[in-house]
């Protein structure tokens, strides 16, 4: 087993946020994994009838994934503009950043996902809480109601997280397939798809409302592996849904962290650090990859060495001209590349 690693931390495993019989929430954040940067991650769990209670976010933007569940969102946003909508797995949902949402279990199984923020360190806003904040004076007159009329209700600043639904859930006014906030990933038609692994992409060419953050569903086989490569621009945080994965990162001056990822597990790659994914496992592993850019850009070591003639190639990997090794002509990296040798040793 690979030694523990600063780019590495198991969410599955972080003491809970909340955890009450509605469900759970779980979080790895700046504080608890120092190595993040512009991303932070939770993993919220709700149970039937349990309600993720109405809250914004004051500095990060949201993106969530849905692994198991029937859920209803609700969220108001700029200029009084109300939605609603179902997701289920494999579907997804953005909250920009400010908007108010809640999440609402409406199914009968436990409703698992996987939510992504674009900063290091969100802030979160209930609107409980921020009722309790004012008088019932000051309520009152936002409601036009006395000020007695909020003496039965007990409100303090403290954030509830879930809540428990009475009664049966209500029909979202809008549940279609073509909201702005809601893409269905998993529905996508792959554009790389191999026997070496596959990607389904979210991100601003395929879901305009994303203006700061995006995702890959990635699965590599046991053919395949994630070529080395880097993001000049983009930090990567990725979620180990499924598998067993190794990964190796070179850090500045040279030395490299390779480690191996289970289920439950997060990553953290910052920007324009070399790096590749590769399945140890006896299936295929499916990892939620994170960006903070709506379009992460990609430099691979195949394209890399295609854009250099052959004597700067000898001369940088050391050899004569005629014994470098023939390497293929690739303008444009293949992302996911068969894997023809055997896998290195565990």
Known sequence: ?????????????????????????????????????????????????????????????????????????????????????TIGPGQMFHAPSGSIHHIENIGDETAELIVAFRHERPEDFSFRAALGAMSDAVLGNTFGLPASAFEPVSLDTKTAYLLKRDGPP?????????????????AQEAPIDSAAGSARVARVDAWPALTDISMYSLRITTEGMREPHWHPETAEMGYVHRGRARMTVQEPGGSTDTYELGPGDVYFIPRAYPHHIEDIGDDEFHFLVFFDQPTPADIGFRASASAFSPEVMAAT??????????LPDTPEDPLIVDRINPVDPV
């Open 1 to 85: 087993m690979a030694s523990p690693s600063r780019h590495v931390a198991s969410l599955i495993g972080q003491p809970p946020l909340f955890e009450s019989g509605l469900g759970s929430v779980t979080q790895l954040n700046a504080h608890s994994f120092p190595v993040l940067d512009r991303l932070s991650i939770k993993r919220l769990l709700l149970e039937p009838g349990s309600i993720r209670e109405p809250h914004w976010h004051a500095n990060a933007s949201e993106l969530t994934y849905c692994v198991s569940g029937h859920l209803m969102v609700g969220m108001l946003g700029d200029l009084n503009a109300f939605s609603s909508f």
């Open 170 to 186: 209500g029909e979202p006014p809008l549940s279609g397939d073509d909201h702005p906030l809601r893409f269905d990933l998993e």
């Open 317 to 326: 990997l050391g050899v004569p001209v005629d014994r470098l090794p023939k």
